[in-house]
Nanobody, 122 residues
Framework: QVQLVESGGGLVQAGDSLRLSCAAS????????MGWFRQAPGKERDFVAA????????SYADSVKGRFTISRDNAKNTVYLQMNSLKPEDTAVYYC???????????????WGEGTQVTVSS
């Protein structure tokens, strides 16, 4: 079992930066691939970024490539999402997820956090 708790969301202006954190419980964090997804009102949960167990492999949605960076610190059981040059269309609830596959769809991820709201004003 893994419990995930996101933090770091908030209200910012377009062009600003935020860093989201996702703290995991348990001693098996380093065995999981981690992902970030986001969901805007009335829309599906969309892939944002994913990272391998060691952090050596990352993957990004085209919409955030070059602006967002995913990283992890296995010693701290935490995965991060650094978000730069934020746009109003980045507004959503952001979720972190843990699973055995590094994929761009939510289904295969086994554990999810409750989410953190990110709102970007124009």
């Amino acid at each position: 079992q893994v419990q995930l708790v996101e933090s770091g969301g908030g209200l910012v202006q377009a062009g600003d930066s935020l860093r989201l954190s996702c703290a995991a419980s348990g001693r098996t964090f380093s065995t999981y691939k981690m992902g970030w997804f986001r969901q805007a009102p009335g829309k599906e949960r969309d892939f944002v970024a994913a990272i391998s167990q060691s952090g050596s492999i990352t993957s990004y949605a085209d919409s955030v490539k070059g602006r967002f960076t995913i990283s992890r610190d296995n010693a701290k059981n935490t995965v991060y999402l650094q978000m730069n040059s934020l746009k109003p269309e980045d507004t959503a609830v952001y979720y972190c997820a843990a699973g055995g596959l590094m994929v761009t769809v939510p289904g295969p991820y086994d554990y999810w956090g409750e989410g953190t709201q990110v709102t970007v004003s124009s």
